[in-house]
């Protein structure tokens, strides 16, 4: 039994737009940057987790574009901070980002397997 297409699709729309509420505040003025009650290194982390996952489930044979994408964000999100007086871009927040969505696409990854593996 094959993906069901309309999931396919709210999954990839989904996915699109996490990372685009990613890139809108991670480049906002710091005053406008939604926040949470867990420490910025949590969300980043989380942030790009839930984001690798829906990509992965949404494309699951995409796995390493989907990882190489998150892995580019991360860094060109943390340079365009540089371009925003109120912000800062720092190595070790694209470190939190690039392991939370390489934490993401794993747990993606192993969800497609158990679901081929259930389904077999």
């Known amino acids: ?19 685009a509420v990613i890139v809108f ?3 906002v003025p710091i005053g ?16 790009f987790a839930v984001t690798g996952l829906v990509f992965v489930l949404a494309y ?3 796995w390493v574009l989907v990882l190489a994408l998150l892995v580019l964000t991360a860094g060109a ?13 720092r ?8 392991a939370g969505g390489g934490f993401g696409v794993a747990m993606g990854c192993f969800l497609t397997r158990l679901r081929y593996l259930l389904l077999k």
């Open 25 to 27: 505040a991670t480049i």
């Open 77 to 89: 999100l943390e340079a365009m901070q540089l371009m925003e007086a109120s912000r800062h871009g």
């Open 1 to 19: 039994m094959g993906p069901n297409p309309r999931l396919t699709t709210c999954l990839k729309l989904l996915a699109w737009g996490f990372l």
């Open 32 to 47: 406008l940057r939604p926040t949470t009650q867990f420490s910025p290194n949590i969300e980043r982390f989380a942030a």
């Open 60 to 62: 699951p044979r995409r």
């Open 91 to 98: 190595l070790r927040d694209v470190l939190f980002k690039i």
